[in-house]
């Protein structure tokens, strides 16, 4: 089954600096890919999403993701944090009719 | 605002006890799934309806059933309730496979 891997559990950053959430699949095919958003107390927001073209993937908010299928990677990246993006992020793949999660990386955002 | 909505969003009960969580979709999705969101499980993939038929199952328990009654609400009976069932229950909905629109979440706590 296809799988993804989130290798960082909580990332601390500034505000200001850039981010960058790594996410690893497992999958011999072109998988269908995403990352979602979880603020506190909130449910799942997606951000961006890849099946398959341009491998530079432009999402809400600012985020943007790279699938670099070398790597089995689909990293999410955004230029400039803002506070308000302090949440837990979450990688997933469609795995037939249902999406495979992540355990899903903690963003802190420091002033 | 996902257009998906969950009712209740706490719900607080005993050991042993039967509860039933509301979903209803966004306007025309066809396609209702359910998600357990715990500490240590992290986000699990439980079940999916499609206009009324069981499409898929994942690691749903045998004392959790669910359906999609015809104006598309579903619902997830969780029984005989055990204190590791207390979790995040999340509802999604879609018109296509490949993204599916989350909603708020039920909180369950099992006391």
């Known amino acids: 089954a296809q799988s993804v891997t989130q290798p960082d559990i909580h990332i601390t950053v500034s505000e200001g600096a850039s981010l960058e959430l790594r996410c690893n699949y497992s999958?011999?095919?072109?998988?269908?890919l995403f990352w979602y958003v979880q603020s506190p107390g909130q449910g799942l927001q997606l951000l961006l999403k890849?099946?398959?073209?341009?491998?530079l993937v432009q999402g809400i908010k600012g985020f943007e993701a790279e699938f670099k299928r070398s790597q089995s990677s689909f990293n999410l990246r955004k230029p400039s944090v803002h506070w308000s993006d302090a949440a837990e992020y979450f990688c997933a793949v469609l795995n037939d009719y249902k999406l495979s999660f992540g355990a899903g990386t903690t963003v802190t955002v420091r002033a | 605002d996902s257009g998906v909505t969950q009712t209740p969003k706490h719900l607080i009960t005993a050991t042993g006890q039967r509860v039933t969580l509301r979903c209803s979709p966004r306007s025309g999705d066809l396609s209702v799934y359910w998600y357990q969101q715990s500490l240590d499980q992290g986000l699990q993939f439980l079940i999916q309806?499609?206009?009324?038929?069981?499409?898929a199952k994942g690691n749903i328990l045998e004392r959790f059933s669910a359906q999609q009654f015809p104006d598309l609400h579903s619902e997830l009976n969780l029984s005989s309730l055990e204190l590791g069932d207390s979790a995040l229950y999340f509802c999604?909905?879609?018109?296509?496979?490949?993204?599916?629109?989350f909603g708020p979440g039920t909180r369950l706590t099992v006391l």
């Open positions: 999958y011999g095919a072109t998988p269908y």
């Open positions: 999604a909905s879609s018109v296509a496979v490949n993204e599916q629109f």
């Open positions: 309806y499609y206009n009324g038929e069981e499409r």
């Open positions: 890849y099946f398959s073209g341009d491998t």
